[in-house]
């Protein structure tokens, strides 16, 4: 007979509690790299904005009246087409890049990631480096404790407040914004979604921060399944850093049976994600390279070779050759060239004017000549950015009369509606199909096809 195993009270977790993560400052190579990536990105953000072209903001969605300026272009909600090519494009080109050089993205162009930098920086300037930091927070409140705090928060709100100003000044023009927002007279909706906007990225980059990346970003979750042995990957090369273990600065390289790692844990202390390389590709790395900067500064103060930790593959790793052109990194790349074609000449062809016709629910109606009409309300769309005269056709059943305005100017980005009547001398036998055509003075048509209905027709 089995014998009863005694009852035992187990716990498990299943949530496990948020370790904080005090960042240690670094310099390095890959860190310059990041700095210059972010400042370009943040003064792209920042800056287009206040960019102004042919009068008016060179980037501005304006929603109300639905059309989309971006440096001279106008676009239309019909050109929304054009707009999902972009994503698609975006999407093949993270996938591209993810496949040669892993979540580069992440570690140095997702604005989770600069916006999060800033405000480590932020904190280092308050509340000094790391083992200050913690100690700060160990220590009691006090009055000096309060201050670096208040200090802290005050420029992470003022960055929050800004970014969310310059992000809903790409929606309702910035300059008037800025204005009217800090003098109270903004619209509702401004006060609205900048609070919104400054809590969220005060949130994100102060509190949440790789949290928002371990557990919130899909992007995360699935491009593990997009490396392969051939992708770039910031690595340990556990070869040559086992047997870790600390030692004397002036030890003989590879003494005791010692592999290259000193075990500092530097690597560690630098991580934004808290995380330790040694222990392999984790899904919380983002590839930032910032333990790659930490380890290099480390192996020239032992006077070993730099590398230890860097960008590799698993191929590599395993003293096999990498393959960079490989089917899948090709086909991303083709795929991408092939978009980006498609988006250029979608572009460049798309046609300068719009026009939209929408015939009246009245299907027909007789009027003071004993003519049969029909009703129709045309929208003309200058999507150019310069003045056009535009002149208006119709061809469809024989002896067509038109009556209303035939000819319209609108300024650059402008649009008009009109409401023409087309006659007919007697009643056609069937729906008549009826072209509509803008013609600008250069020439340049664009067609609109609709129905011509008749007593006989219905
Ligand atoms: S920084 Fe380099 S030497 Fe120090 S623990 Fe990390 S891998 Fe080892
Ligand atoms: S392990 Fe290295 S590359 Fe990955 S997130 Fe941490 S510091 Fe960045």
């Known amino acids: 007979m089995s014998e009863l195993i005694p009852h035992q009270d187990l716990t498990v977790e299943l949530y496990a509690a948020r370790r904080h993560v005090y960042t240690r400052a670094f310099t390095g190579l890959f860190r310059n790299v990041r700095r210059a990536v972010g400042a370009m990105l943040l003064l792209l953000f920042f800056a287009t904005g206040w960019l102004n072209m ?16 971006v440096l001279g272009a106008t676009f239309w909600p019909q050109d929304f087409i054009l707009l999902s090519g972009l994503l698609i494009v975006g999407a093949f080109g993270l996938f591209f890049v993810t496949v040669w050089a892993g979540r580069l993205w992440c570690g140095y ?33 006090g009055l000096g404790k309060f201050t670096r705090k208040f200090i802290k928060h005050g420029l992470w709100l003022l960055l929050a407040l800004a970014t969310a100003l310059t992000f809903v000044g790409y ?4 300059r008037a914004l800025a204005v009217e927002f800090f003098q109270g007279q903004a619209d ?32 995360a979750r699935f491009q593990s399944v997009m490396l392969d ?26 003494a005791d049976g010692l592999g290259d790692c000193i075990d500092c844990t530097m690597c560690v202390q630098v991580c934004p994600t808290g995380i330790d390389i040694r222990q392999g590709l984790q899904i919380e790395c983002i590839g930032c390279a910032a333990c790659v900067d930490a380890c290099d500064s480390v192996m020239d103060k032992m006077d070993y070779p730099r590398g230890l930790i860097r960008y590799t593959t698993e191929q590599q790793l395993a003293g096999q050759p990498t393959r960079t ?36 629910r009245m299907l027909y109606r007789e009027n003071s000549a004993g003519r049969i009409e029909n009703v129709y309300t045309l929208k003309v769309i200058n999507k150019d950015q310069h003045a056009h005269t535009y002149t208006l056709a119709a061809e469809g059943p ?21 409401v023409v009547q087309l006659s007919v001398a007697s009643a056609p036998q069937t729906t008549q199909k009826l072209t509509f055509t803008l013609r600008n003075e250069q020439g340049a048509t664009v067609n ?8 006989a027709a219905r």
């Open 54 to 69: 042919d009068g008016r903001q060179a980037v501005w969605w304006d929603l109300p009246a639905r059309k989309f300026y």
């Open 229 to 254: 042995k051939d992708t770039l990957i910031v690595s340990y090369d556990a070869a040559r850093g086992e047997q870790r273990g600390p030692r004397r600065k002036d030890a003989a390289r590879g």
């Open 325 to 360: 052109l490989r089917p899948r990194l090709l086909g991303y790349a083709a795929v991408l060239v092939v978009m980006l074609m498609l988006l250029a000449s979608a572009f460049v062809l798309r046609p300068l004017a719009g026009l939209d016709v929408s015939k009246d």
């Open 109 to 141: 162009a997702c604005p989770q990631s600069v916006w999060t930098w800033i405000f480590m920086w932020c904190e280092k300037i308050t509340e000094g480096d790391r083992h200050q930091r913690i100690r700060l927070d160990q220590a009691p409140m």
């Open 171 to 174: 929606f309702s023009p910035i």
């Open 448 to 455: 609109a096809a609709s129905r011509f209905t008749g007593p």
């Open 188 to 219: 509702a909706w401004a006060y609205v979604w900048v609070g919104l906007l400054t809590v969220a990225t005060y949130g994100n980059a102060g509190w949440l921060r790789e949290q928002v990346c371990i557990y919130m970003c899909p992007y």
């Open 398 to 418: 024989d002896d067509l009369q038109w009556q209303g305005q035939r000819q319209v100017r609108l300024a650059g980005g402008d649009m008009a509606t009109l």
